[in-house]
DNA sequence: CTGAAAGCGCTAACAG
DNA sequence: CTGTTAGCGCTTTCAG
């Protein structure tokens, strides 16, 4: 593969304009003292070279990048486009720049870490379901911070905001209790997940609370057909409870259509509520009751510390941030 | 805002192997001659140092970053989010980075432009669903490659990838025709769109070739609640047609969402088919029959334009590549 | 206000 | 096989 086109330099506009190369770059950077007549002279050439100043000379000098790195390895959850995308917007308005790396399984994160440690990213947002121990140990070799969602602080270098998986669970409990359901379930995610984990817990011990031990669990993959597999497999052997709680929107759909093909009604029948709060959750077809994940909160949370961490070269433990959630009641519990 | 910690360069690690800064960008750079002795000692010594190899200076040199930025607007639209991840694996794999950078606007690449080019991407991808001809003029001034989705080649500097819009609309044209339909409704993203204005075309087009001469047309912005809203508002008057085509499926979840709750029963009272099929078409809520965008297809092509552009520092015109559909034939359709 | 010069961390010639 | 050297394009002293 031949180089690509060179750009035009400070110097080809200097050289143009008939001024200095510093006086180029001085008129780029703001703040510094050019005068009116140079200014016009650099503007004038860089315009006909279309030049745009070279940031990475930058990054070399400064030591640091202003990239962020998220690191994402599954799309098909709507909630993580949404949060890509939110991240990417707030950090561009701060003058960073979002490179994006995919990996594949859910722990590929050790792999890409020495790639992205290359590029000098000043921080890593990870939005994988696991954070494994040895990545952990990966990072604190490394020393970049990194902010890490629904996933438990594991160093000093690792942070995390996760949404209040427990809380969330127990409004939902409460709110299946007050509607009159006596049986209850779960479909989770992995079962290594940490907020599958506790939106178990969560819901587990608040029925608990409310004098119900049992809760027939199933689990999925956090995927739409993982969950219509377990819901229709429920209502086969006729073990279909009157509420049931999946650990995210998307499963919850699955549940819904699988229990609805089954001939069931809902809410009549069986009450079922999501979480995350997906946009598809509000359509007509659905109208599912779910706990408000917040994207928005747990992007600004995430922020606020990426911030303060990459300010900070040798920062205390890391923190973990919970973020409040609510509830939004729809169709799928209101009988 | 204090500078982030210093990573190790080079010649930390040569010093501490008691070997040359270059012996050490050899080790790290194969096909390069050094002795198992020395590789050894370099290798414990970044080992020990969390080393690993700064590209900033690379790219310097060599005039390339391997970076392809990718410029999304809308993330709502879960086909982008889709072919994002597509995208960014793909280019993974032969070396490049993905950065990631969002709009607002569908047409606000202009302003964002400087900055990509200030990163040196090598080439640009761009996910909007236009390109202003001030946009296109910019490119050409910066010269840097870019494939654009569905919106047509407008000079030397833009090439494009587009789905058949025009072919995979007289797919649901014939479909619908078949099914016995006789009169039509489309409900389309933004009239200035070229991808919406193709399939409204190629729909159009083939029906006047069965001899049907009317569409009714309503313009959504491929969003739920435009396309919901429409469907309803054509229920309210009573105009609805035999069958309907929404230019995405999204809006075609939003029209179903509609006609049923205005009573109306599909497919019998009403054909609906969409394009893009999105995961949720294969959903049991809505079984959509829809035009199967292919995007691995597309992202298949992009990059093949991709390296072609990034390999040819001052490429032939922009070319079009136009990626095949077929139709995926779900309940919304078959009596 | 301006230009000259040093240097960020690396790669690529070049001598040895 | 190895070390020395120049230089990528910029920012930043430092003199003038």
Known sequence: MKASRRY???????????????????TFNKGKSVSEETSRKVFEAAEQLGYSPNFLPRMLLKHRSDLVAIVVSDSSNPFYAVAVDAFSRALQETGHQVLLASVDGGNALDGILPRLASYRVDAIVSALPVVTQSAAEAFARIRI????????????????VCSDNAGGAALVADL????????FGFIGGTPSDYASGERLRGFRERLALHGFDHVETAMGDYL????????AAMAERRKVPDALFCA??????????????????IPEDVLVAGYDDVPAAAWGSFDL???????????????????????DPEPA???????????????????
């Open 145 to 160: 911070p990194i902010v890490s969602f629904n996933t438990p602080a594991r160093n000093q270098w690792i942070s995390s």
């Open 317 to 335: 433990d890391g923190v973990t941030t919970t973020v409040p959630v609510r509830l939004a009641e729809r169709a799928t519990t209101q009988r």
């Open 224 to 231: 739409y057909e993982d969950a219509f597999q377990a819901a």
């Open 248 to 265: 995210n929107d998307l499963m919850a759909f699955g549940a819904l259509d699988a229990l609805r093909r089954a001939g069931l009604r």
């Open 289 to 311: 009751t779910t706990v408000v994940h917040g994207h928005q909160a747990m992007v600004a949370a995430a922020i606020a510390i990426l911030h303060a961490r990459m300010a």
């Open 176 to 183: 299946f209790v007050a509607r009159g359901a006596r049986s």
């Open 8 to 26: 035009p330099s400070s110097t080809d506009v200097a050289r143009l304009a008939g001024v200095s190369q510093s006086a180029v770059s001085r």
